[in-house]
């Protein structure tokens, strides 16, 4: 039985590689019937074959250099390696929530705490915008610049949650 079955996997991996034009259209007509199935098993699998997926991204990087680089510097590349720099920081908020913010980061031009003019220039300026969390919640708390994040300046400007205006006596 196992030899049976062995005989019949090598066969379809063998039919399916001679005919891969018929199996890559038989499966975009099964994609477009069922593509939540799909994406589910898809999901599963990488989930399942996290080392396989890491060795399949390093070997394309690096045998495609240039379009790593032109994909880093468009505006998909860098929404794709900010949210997943948020990501691993510990930020935890939804896929919806993520655009809004990603789209807030994106246009806001003040700081939220000490008001100076927002720049995005990646080097890490002392104006460069940051999305602020609460490393308690994870939830995201304000855009703010790189010194009022870094040095929790925002604590001066914000009591209570409420910006300036806190009649309460500022926390040590």
């Known amino acids: ?38 994406k589910e098993n898809t999901r599963k699998w990488r989930e399942t074959n996290k080392e396989k997926v890491k060795g399949y991204k390093k070997k394309y990087r690096e045998e ?32 919806e929530e993520m655009e809004r913010l990603y789209e807030l980061w994106l246009t806001q031009e003040l700081c939220s705490s000490c008001e100076c003019i927002l720049t995005r220039t990646g080097n890490n300026c002392s104006t460069d915008a940051c999305l602020d969390h609460s490393h308690v919640t994870n939830r995201f708390r304000q855009i703010c610049c790189r010194a009022c994040n870094h040095y929790d300046n925002w604590k001066k400007f914000w009591v209570d949650g409420v910006f300036g205006g806190s009649k309460l006596p500022r926390p040590p």
């Open 1 to 38: 039985r196992e030899r049976t079955l062995a005989k019949k996997r090598i066969s379809t991996k063998k039919y399916r590689e001679q005919n891969s034009e018929k199996e890559k259209e038989r499966n975009k007509k099964r994609y477009a019937k069922y593509p939540e199935k799909f």
């Open 64 to 95: 495609n250099p240039e379009k790593e680089k032109e994909y880093n510097q468009s505006p998909a590349g860098k929404k794709s390696n900010t949210l997943s720099n948020w990501k691993s920081r510990g930020l935890d908020e939804t896929e």
